[in-house]
């Protein structure tokens, strides 16, 4: 295990300068480290496919946060973040004890919904790659909703995603 991989934080957002030090490359600036449970694993020994997919959720949950997505207007009328599609592609699988990254970023928005993209780093190496579609809806659940323009703004500046469509 690199070093740099060693003394990170788990769960907690790193610093640009310590996700550089990793191995992530540009224009990637938001990423959580944590290690690989035996839980995790598969009959293979290595990570079992679904478990990418609570990775970015974890993940995703932390970005939200960080970039004040989901703070709602206080009048109790809250939009719903629904997923509507996800895909994994696996480059490099992971075993017990490895030390990953996973990080996330809005690469294009709709007027409705988002595409968020992931990546798992390991050792300097890229591992995985998942995208996901994420729409805001009305607390109906049913009625999609425009994204707010601090939303937007917010992708375009943190992440430089563009508009799609």
């Known amino acids: 295990m690199s070093e740099s991989y060693r003394e990170l934080a788990l769960l907690r957002p790193l610093p640009v300068a310590k996700l550089r030090a990793c191995g992530v490359p540009e224009p990637i600036t938001f990423g959580q480290a944590d290690r690989v449970r035996f839980r995790e694993l598969d009959v293979l020994d290595h990570v079992n496919n679904a478990v990418y997919l ?24 809250r939009p719903a973040l629904v997923l509507r599609s996800v895909s994994v592609d696996y480059h490099r699988p992971l075993h017990l ?69």
Request: glycine share 10%; hydrophobic share 30%.
């Open 54 to 77: 609570g990775w970015f959720e974890t993940l995703r949950i932390a970005y939200l946060r960080a970039y004040g997505i989901g703070d709602y207007e206080p009048d109790g009328e």
């Open 97 to 165: 004890e490895d030390v990953y990254i996973v990080t996330g970023r809005t690469v294009a928005y709709r007027r409705t919904s988002w595409t968020m993209e992931y990546r798992v780093y390991s050792g300097g190496h890229h591992c995985t790659t998942g995208h996901a579609v994420i729409c805001l809806m009305a607390p109906d659940h049913a009625t999609r909703m425009p994204l707010p323009e601090a939303y937007v703004a917010t992708f375009r500046d943190r992440d430089g995603a563009e508009r799609e469509g």
